[in-house]
């Protein structure tokens, strides 16, 4: 009974602790105040740290491989990899310290702690509104109902300059983000080099199926959504500090260091119940760009579907689509219910509990060093401790909520981090694109492995090579052949892709990379297509002819309206421009022109341009046989070398080379005689009639023989 006696403390010795803890108190509450303020920071950088990505997969496989790869549903999460994307994306939308963004983003910051100052006004011109209504004081009352008029001004125009400025701030984003992307995406003035991104993105890489969808859709909600994060953290953050603050003043830091013990094993408990809201988000925003994906090809295709009536098909394939884009929204909100059940449960009532139990400290318990209050003081305490309480658990909810904000933002910053990834390895000549499976033997990984050499010359020479399509079908192993300018070269071979034809003058372009040997040849600047189907663009009828070329490019050149209406004539379309109204008169050019009207457009295009080279990829199809004639003489005479593909007979006498393809991976470059050759095409075509009449010769001479028989027995 000693030993327990001397265990217990007495009376004295409490009443002495209590008396020093007294003495003491101010020291240990600006102690505990400063460690709640560290406690917050450092919990808040360890919400939003990066979690270990364990064995994830790097961020090249992460981008898939073929169809094998893991594209179809990329990793999100909010690891390093993730901040090392958002970093190199900010140095895009903030350039400087001096940017008109950082600009917007001080005074957003001001405007943040601006309106945290006045709710701390408020929270205390509330208690004494109510303080001053039960102790019957009209006089304070409406001196304090006046204050609060006046502080409405402020803070009225606070809101909406917040909400203004952080819509600014999101437009700013996205228009530098934007530029940025498209610089890469169409190339840029000030680079010299045109490395056609555009075109190779959707040819010679399979990473990126819709990329319209993202420089449009997913640019713009990462960007609305990293304005807003900003002021989803830093408010909140900010909030919780100043609020927990000024409470710990009125109840003491003491509940403050429970209410923040109870809040944070709730919120632990509520993050971990938290789905991985930015792996939805990305994929959603994937599903979105497959199905629209589905519906551009149905567009683009509409004639040939129309023909086959593959109206069903389509139908199915896009109803496969939205499919999968309704189920995984489905899944997606019914987590979203639930999550948002469990969020409010926590963070409203439950927190709002804890809330209640703290503002009841000073009404229930004599804290030291605190005067007794009347009934008027109590309440004005109450109420001011409510007020205070209730923001900064809303305070508090807004970091928990902005865990799942930053969840999304991690979503579209995937999205958009992979186009700009991509867009870069595309630039170095880095594609990932499904092959096929003779790409495996090593004979061909081999010159899939290499890279040629391309010299800038006025001639055009092929040394030893390969002609590689991009999913590594080799069409030629060895391709050596010259034309100097002047030299028109012939391209026949086998009708159908696979040849090699169209794949020439792709490198020619600068659109496919070269596997080997040595390419000399002009800049691309110097070629010019006209394929079968020319592309017509939207604008009007001058733009059709100078394209792509600006009326201010065609002036600065010295070209007239009137030298068009000359190029016009040559190809006998000069009735067009009174037809169609003017030089200025716009219309979908496609649908208001036959196809021969097309190829004679195309046509003037060249005469327009008076390029070194120009490829012609049967331009003349459409076109009578006489105005072909016209149109090859007057290329020959502007000095303008033609590369023709076509099986025309009438087109041999133009041309002065002939690179024929067997189809098979072989070839034969020679000198092209025309009329030896077109003697023996007509040779071949009389012996090919006599040919078809053996079959009738030999049946007529069986039928002979048959008679001749029967007479002989008679």
């Avoid at 859709?217 to 900003?230: G, N």
């Avoid at 009125?250 to 809040?263: D, I, M, Q, R």
Wanted: contains cysteine.
């Amino acid at each position: 009974m000693a030993v327990q006696s001397k265990l217990v403390p007495t009376k004295e010795q409490l009443a002495r602790v209590a008396n020093a803890y007294a003495r003491h108190r101010p020291l240990v509450q600006r102690g505990l105040t400063v460690a709640f303020v560290f406690y917050v920071i450092s919990s808040t950088y360890r919400s939003f740290a990066a979690r270990p990505t364990g064995s994830s997969p790097s961020p090249s496989r992460r981008r898939g491989k073929g169809k094998g790869g893991d594209a179809s549903k990329p990793r999100v999460a909010i690891d390093a990899v993730f901040y090392q994307r958002l970093s190199r994306i900010l140095r895009i939308v903030i350039p400087s310290i001096r940017s008109k963004e950082a600009l917007l983003l001080c005074m957003h910051s001001s405007l943040l702690i601006f309106r945290t100052v006045i709710s701390l006004y408020v929270a205390a011109l509330d208690g004494k509104i109510v303080a001053s209504l039960v102790r019957a004081q009209p006089g304070p009352f409406l001196m304090n109902i006046l204050k609060w008029l006046l502080v409405a001004v402020p803070a009225t125009w606070t809101n909406s300059w917040l909400s203004y400025v952080q819509n600014k701030l999101a437009l700013a984003y996205r228009t530098r983000l934007t530029q940025e992307v498209m610089r890469q995406y169409l190339g840029d003035e000030k680079d010299p080099q045109d490395l056609k991104v555009f075109y190779k993105l959707a040819n010679l890489d399979d990473r990126i199926k819709n990329p319209d969808q993202m420089i449009t859709h997913d640019i713009q909600r990462f960007s609305t959504h990293l304005a807003a994060i900003y002021a989803n953290v830093a408010k909140p953050v900010l909030d919780v500090i100043l609020y927990n603050y000024q409470l710990s003043q009125n109840v003491g830091a003491e509940g403050l260091v429970l209410l923040t013990l109870l809040v944070q094993a709730s919120a632990a408990l509520l993050r971990a119940l938290t789905p991985a809201f930015g792996q939805y988000t990305a994929l959603s925003a994937q599903l979105a760009g497959n199905l629209r994906h589905t519906h551009s090809r149905l567009a683009e295709f509409s004639e040939e579907v129309a023909f086959f009536g593959g109206e069903e098909t389509e139908k199915m394939l896009v109803e496969r689509e939205y499919a999968g884009v309704v189920k995984h929204e489905t899944r997606v909100l019914r987590k979203h219910w639930w999550h948002s059940c469990v969020e409010e449960g926590i963070v409203k009532w439950l927190w709002g509990s804890f809330g209640l139990c703290i503002c009841a400290i000073p009404v229930f318990f004599k804290l030291p060093g605190i005067a007794a209050l009347d009934m008027g003081g109590r309440t004005e305490g109450f109420v001011t401790n409510r007020r205070l309480l209730l923001s900064a658990s809303d305070a508090f909810g807004r970091v928990m909520y902005s865990y799942k904000d930053l969840s999304e933002l991690a979503g579209y910053t995937t999205r958009v981090a992979t186009l700009l990834e991509t867009m870069s390895d595309v630039r170095k000549g880095k594609f990932e694109k499904a092959l096929v499976s003779s790409a495996s033997i090593e004979e061909n990984a081999q010159i899939l492995r290499g890279r040629g050499v391309i010299i800038e010359s006025e001639e055009i020479q092929f040394e030893n090579v390969p002609i590689v399509t991009p999913n590594g079908d080799i069409l030629v192993r060895s391709l050596s052949f010259y034309v100097k300018p002047g030299q028109h070269l012939l391209i026949v071979g086998p009708n159908g892709e696979g040849c090699g034809k169209s794949s020439l003058f792709r490198i020619l372009g600068g659109l496919w990379p070269v596997y080997g040997g040595i390419v000399r040849k002009p800049p691309a600047s110097q070629f010019i297509l006209i394929p079968q189907r020319p592309y017509l663009s939207l604008g009007t009828l001058r733009d059709q002819v100078i394209y792509p070329h600006s009326k201010e490019d065609m002036e600065a050149r010295g070209i007239t309206d009137d030298d068009l209406r000359a190029v016009l004539r040559i190809v006998q379309m000069e009735n067009i421009i009174e037809r169609e109204g003017g030089w200025d008169s716009a219309r979908e050019w496609r649908e208001a022109l036959s196809g021969g009207d097309q190829q004679k457009i195309a046509w003037a295009r060249l005469f327009y341009h008076k390029p070194k080279y120009a490829v012609l990829d049967e331009a003349t199809s459409l076109v009578p046989p006489d105005m072909e004639g016209l149109m090859m003489e007057h290329a020959t005479r502007l000095g303008i070398t033609l590369l023709t593909v076509s099986h025309r007979p009438s087109l041999w006498k133009y041309h002065s080379m002939i690179l024929q393809y067997d189809g098979q991976g072989g070839y034969v470059f020679t000198k092209l005689d025309a009329e030896k050759r077109l003697a023996l095409q007509q040779e071949k075509e009389a012996l090919d009639l006599k040919l078809l009449e053996v079959p009738k010769m030999r049946a007529r001479l069986a039928e002979l023989q048959e008679l001749a028989a029967e007479r002989s027995r008679i």
